[in-house]
């Protein structure tokens, strides 16, 4: 999953106002949406690192639960932009967005505690 969103960002870069148009976003928050693609997935792979200091493994678990809920968010967005003719027609042809969504759900439910 981190590997998707570190794809997706990656992909947008260089930001331009062009790639915003082509979504009829702000340039704003197409950076918001790169930044929050690649934060996601820095996030993830930082905070699946096992550190044996307590203080260290609460960082990583709330960094784990923010990547995912900036998933979510990020997700949302996605789905929302492609203006989806009802929630029916999202969960039977939408499903790569529905599985990231999910996936960035858990996360910020779970984080990584054992």
Not at 71 to 96: A, F, H, K, Q, R
């Amino acid at each position: 999953m981190a590997i998707v969103f570190l794809q997706q960002g990656f992909s947008k870069i260089p930001v331009s106002y062009e790639d915003a148009a082509v979504f009829d976003l702000p340039l704003l928050v197409w950076w918001f949406v790169v930044l929050g693609e690649l934060g996601a997935g820095i996030g993830l792979i930082f905070g699946g690192v096992g550190f044996p200091n307590q203080n260290w493994r609460n960082l990583t678990d709330l960094v784990t639960r923010f990547s995912g809920f900036t998933i979510g968010c990020v997700m949302t967005g996605v789905i929302w932009i492609g203006e989806p003719e009802s929630l029916l027609d999202v969960l039977l042809y939408d499903n790569l967005h529905v599985f990231l969504w999910f996936g960035g759900l858990y996360f910020a439910l779970r984080g990584n505690k054992i």
